[in-house]
């Protein structure tokens, strides 16, 4: 079984598609560009598909990534071509691998986002990104499916500027559980910045994270 990595793009409306919309659509697209899919054994089997780190609901994203298997070989580039030419504009196929072995959700290490805030004025977002920064611990809480859980947003972040006006860039660490762009806001908040009207989160990329602190491309070629 050969098994091929894709890179796919979530922008414009299609980034308020959930995760199981995009499954979904995604299926439909394997089966209408004729992908020769491996599927799993027993009584109901599956196609082999596995999906890594998938952006939140209402995010926008340069960086989604899954994972299939194929019965037979194929060039990585003509399924990348006809799986995107299936799915919707907003929804695009940009780039493919095949995999090296491996799981590809562990190469997904880090993340880089830029996150824009309606209704914050420019002093008070540049006062608390210091705040956040300079602290040692800052606690938020979301709800979980096992209830209200409270959590460091601090020790997972690894870069956070004011790129633009009312644009921060954000680094994140990924870990469990896994902090979101909108628990950094929360610990912006909580460092003295009012709550914004808006927040619009988009993902630039995602990947193994150096030792520099620098985040790769999960489809580059091992170098091992």
Known sequence: MQKVRLR??????LRFSSHRDFSRAFERAL???AVPMAYSSGFHPHPRISYANA?????????????IG?????????????????LPPGLDIVEAAVSPGGSLADLLQASEWHV????????????AVAALLAAPEVLV???????LREFDVREAVLA????????????????TPAVRP?????????CGMPEPATVRPHRLRQGPLSDQGTIGDPLAPSEA
């Open 8 to 13: 796919y793009t979530k922008t414009g409306r």
């Open 31 to 33: 089966k209408r560009a």
């Open 55 to 67: 952006a939140p609901t209402g995010a926008a994203s340069e960086a989604e990534y899954v994972e």
């Open 70 to 86: 194929l019965a037979t070989e194929v060039d990585p580039e003509q399924v990348r071509a006809a799986v995107d030419e299936a």
């Open 116 to 127: 824009t805030l309606g209704g914050v004025e420019p002093t008070a977002l540049d006062g």
């Open 141 to 147: 809480e979301r709800m979980t499916k096992r209830g």
């Open 160 to 175: 956070l500027d004011v790129v633009q006006p009312l644009t921060i860039g954000v680094g994140l660490r990924h870990g």
């Open 182 to 190: 909108d628990d950094v806001v929360k610990g912006l908040v909580r």
